[in-house]
Structure formats: structure tokens, C-alpha cells
């Protein structure tokens, strides 16, 4: 197969729906990162997407809508999440919700589960490609699976380059890192940090605390060694470089790549001011830039575990893992 890339445009994205419509994938930009975009109704679409990336099948996918009202045709929301998407929708939140009874997507989307997770995207990409495809799009991040999440073009084609049709290319993404996914069944569980954070939340409901963060039973898939997976991007080996990644440092060793932050200046920085924000804009850049030199192995300064700094941690700590 090969793989075409076109610039954001009118006539890009009508090639792209037409490619959707058609049972295809697409590579289409998110504010978050890149994501592989399929019809979430097609059995056999969403079943691409899952041989593309090398995914397993335990392993859910986001279901992208264009506004609260397809939301709800798709899945079951409570007083808490009517007040979640009105905050934060359009934007890098996803809700983890019963599935509605009607709703007509496949059922590898949801991964054999009771629940849908469901977001509303800002990009003008995602969100234009949606209208003209008129259809819920699953599109998880355009890498193969356990890779470091595409950011770029570049990216994607670096991963699925000869096993997917199109890329559409309209440069960087803005957050850099995926969405920040949350269930309200029982309480406010975030099930991945993201570009939103815990307290971005908290603002929504003066006086209420989060909760623990423990995954229902009920709606979750048991793996081995105890492992529970009710949301993307649960695995403990994900979003990973090919070379080992090593964290919290402050001095390389020889044959090391550093990537600094705030006073640790390193080979290349995620922020020399030490801003977290741009911290998480370019963190799966540069690990893709630290994974194609010559150095053997990676290495990454401390990041503080507050705010964002705790969705980068999380993504680093998956990074690091190795099975």
C-alpha cells in the first residue's frame, strides 16, 4: 500500500470522508495527537484500525462525535458528565459512560465492555472530517500500538507508513499528549491523565472531592498479572521508544540522550523555563527525535509530579516500562 499525505484543505478532507464512507482509515490530526480514524458503526473498518497498529483487541478505542447531541445517541450521561462536557467539550476530555442501548457502533469498538469512551474534538481537521463523513469516527493515536504517539505527520508515516492510505497534515498538534479520560459512574475517576487536569475538574464541582481512582470491576477486562483495562491507554507498556528509556535524571551517562527540563539542560529540553505546558507539547516529539539518533540509549530529567506534570510522568513511566 502506499501511503499519500495531504494538507489540511477542503478537498483533502472530502477525500478522506469518502475514504471513511468507504470502510478506510485515515491518519487525521486531533488537538491532541495524530489519530487513526475509522467508522466506529463498520465492524470491519474499526477491525482495521486494530491491524494497522498491531493493537490488541482487549483494548478499547475513543469514539470521536461532533457535539454533545451525537454524544448522547452514543452513550448514557448523568447529571456529572452533562456538566464535564459542557465545560470541557470541545476539547481533550474523554468520558468513559454506559453505552446506550441503541447506540449502532461496532462492538470491537467498546472492546466487548458496557461502556463507550466518547469525546467531542476541538481540531478543525478531526472536527471537519467528522461533518463530512457524518459518522462517529474511532481513532485511537496513529502509531503502531506501544509506540511513542505521533505529534506530526511525520510521525505517523515513521509508524504506518505503507499500511495505511492517507495522512492528512496540518502540521504539530497543540496539547501533545492524549486526552484525559474520566468515568462518573460511582464518583469522578480519572482513568488517564491528560491535558486537563484533576483540578482543571475540581473547578466544576466546588466542595467535591474526586475520590479514589479505582477502576469498577463491573466494567473492566481482567489481563494477566491482575491488570484491569477500562479506558485507552491503561497498558503498562505504552507510548514507548524502541531504545530503554531511563527517568528522573539529572547528569547523562555515557551513551545516553538527554532530554532536559527547567535547569537541566540536557541534549535537547522539553522546557527551559521549566513550563509544563510546552513540557507536554513537545514530549512525544522529542522522545521520536531521541529514538532515531545514534545513541544507544535515552534518558529524561525529573518532571514535577503536579499539574500536567502528572500526565507526563504517567506517559513516562508507561515509556520506561518493558515487559
Not at 446506550?100 to 469498538?109: E, I, K, N, Q
Not at 463530512?132 to 508515516?157: F, K
Not at 462518573?184 to 473547578?203: F, V
Not at 535515552?298 to 518493558?322: F, K, T, V, W
Request: with cysteine.
Amino acid at each position: 500500500m502506499t501511503t499519500r499525505v495531504l494538507h489540511y484543505a477542503d478537498d483533502a478532507i472530502a477525500e478522506a470522508a469518502q475514504l471513511i464512507m468507504a470502510g478506510g482509515i485515515v491518519a487525521v490530526p486531533t488537538e491532541t495527537v495524530y489519530g487513526l480514524a475509522a467508522d466506529a458503526t463498520n465492524a470491519t473498518a474499526v477491525a482495521a484500525i486494530y491491524a494497522a497498529k498491531g493493537r490488541p483487541s482487549f483494548n478499547p478505542l475513543i469514539v470521536h462525535v461532533p457535539d454533545l447531541a451525537a454524544a448522547r445517541q452514543l452513550a448514557v450521561f448523568d447529571e456529572v458528565a452533562l456538566r464535564l462536557a459542557d465545560d470541557f467539550w470541545p476539547g481533550p476530555l474523554t468520558l468513559v459512560l454506559p453505552l446506550a442501548g441503541t447506540a449502532p457502533v461496532a462492538s470491537l469498538v467498546t472492546a466487548g465492555l458496557s461502556t463507550i469512551a466518547i469525546r467531542v474534538p476541538a481540531h478543525r481537521a478531526m472536527r471537519a472530517l467528522l461533518v463530512a463523513a457524518g459518522r462517529p469516527l474511532a481513532a485511537p493515536s496513529a502509531n503502531a500500538s506501544g509506540g511513542i504517539s505521533p505529534t506530526r505527520a511525520a510521525h505517523v508515516l515513521a509508524s504506518l507508513d505503507g499500511r495505511i492510505p492517507l495522512v492528512i497534515d496540518d502540521g504539530a498538534t497543540q496539547a501533545g499528549l492524549e486526552s484525559t479520560i474520566v468515568a462518573t459512574e460511582g464518583g469522578i475517576e480519572i482513568l488517564r491523565p491528560g491535558p486537563i487536569t484533576a483540578s482543571d475538574i475540581e473547578t466544576c464541582f466546588p466542595g467535591k472531592g474526586r475520590g479514589p481512582v479505582t477502576p469498577s470491576a463491573a466494567q473492566s477486562r481482567p489481563l494477566p498479572g491482575g491488570h484491569l483495562v477500562t479506558a485507552p491507554g491503561q497498558l503498562e507498556s505504552h507510548y514507548a521508544p524502541s531504545k530503554p528509556l531511563r527517568l528522573e535524571v539529572t547528569e547523562a551517562d555515557e551513551g545516553e540522550w538527554l532530554i532536559g527540563f527547567g535547569a537541566v539542560a540536557g541534549d535537547d529540553t522539553l522546557s527551559a523555563t521549566g513550563d509544563l505546558r510546552e513540557a507536554a507539547a513537545r514530549l512525544f516529539d522529542l522522545l521520536h527525535r531521541a529514538d532515531a539518533n545514534d545513541r544507544p540509549r535515552i534518558a529524561i530529567a525529573p518532571i514535577p509530579q503536579e499539574s500536567l506534570g502528572i500526565a507526563i510522568n504517567d506517559r513516562l513511566r508507561r515509556a520506561a516500562h518493558r515487559d
